[in-house]
């Protein structure tokens, strides 16, 4: 089935741990994003890849580290996990080059660092 | 940068029309897009406007000004699944800058 998987569904993490959050997308798309969903806040752009082995610092970018090495994976790591970085966090996916094509989400990652 | 502005929540009972607005102020501007969320869930795309004007969808139609930055979002004949939240997105250079949403509550 097309479109964008994210692993885990949920995760709790000790402070101080690394994480790696899994996405995946089949659509064949050149642009994908992480962002994270706070109360309040609305979603936030953490890093985004306009094509595959290039990556762009977003909004909130500290913390976090991505990388892009073929079309269809962009896994976003915390190399160190802080009770702020408790969230939402879901992964997009955009066609084309144009800003204008909609932007695709996966199902979300819910992630507690205790 | 960029400051995107809407209403925290709205309520409408089922069967009215309810518009959601959202102002901006950016520094780039190539075009506004609303996205529906219901919880627990992922945003879904709704609409996109780049030109002033009325775009319609079903029962949705989205409104854009872009010399007044300024856009709404129309929903008629609401149904209780309409309750969600929706979210303003203005698109930059290569990103899009979300607002914090609207959750909207339909009743009976």
């Known amino acids: 089935i097309a479109g964008i998987t994210q692993a885990p569904t949920s995760q709790i993490l000790a402070a101080g741990r690394r994480m790696t959050l899994r996405c995946t997308q089949d659509?064949?798309?050149?642009?994908m994003y992480w962002y994270r969903q706070d109360l309040g806040l609305g979603l936030r752009l953490i890093h985004y890849?306009?094509?595959?082995?290039?990556?762009g610092k977003g909004e909130v970018p500290d913390g976090y580290s991505v990388s892009r090495a073929n079309t269809d994976d962009f896994p976003l790591t915390l190399a160190s996990a802080v009770p702020s970085q408790t969230s939402v966090y879901f992964c997009?996916?955009?066609?084309?080059?144009?800003?204008?094509?909609?932007?695709?989400f996966g199902p979300g990652t819910r992630l507690t660092v205790l | 940068g960029q400051n995107i502005d809407q209403p925290t929540e709205m309520t409408a009972t089922e069967g009215a029309i309810v518009q959601i607005n959202c102002t901006y102020q950016?520094?780039?501007?190539?075009?506004l897009f609303w996205y529906q969320q219901h919880a627990g869930e992922a945003p879904t795309f709704l609409s996109y406007?780049?030109?002033?004007g009325l775009e319609e969808k079903g029962r949705f139609s989205s409104f854009l000004s872009r010399s007044k930055g300024y856009s709404y979002l129309l929903l008629k004949e609401l149904q209780m699944k309409d309750s969600a939240s929706y979210l303003c997105?203005?698109?930059?250079?290569?990103?899009?800058?979300f607002g914090t949403g609207t959750r909207l509550l339909v009743s009976p």
């Open positions: 997009a996916s955009r066609s084309g080059t144009g800003v204008g094509n909609e932007q695709f």
């Open positions: 659509m064949r798309h050149n642009a």
């Open positions: 890849s306009n094509t595959a082995g290039t990556t």
């Open positions: 950016t520094s780039g501007f190539n075009g």
């Open positions: 406007n780049v030109l002033d």
């Open positions: 997105a203005v698109a930059g250079f290569q990103k899009l800058v």
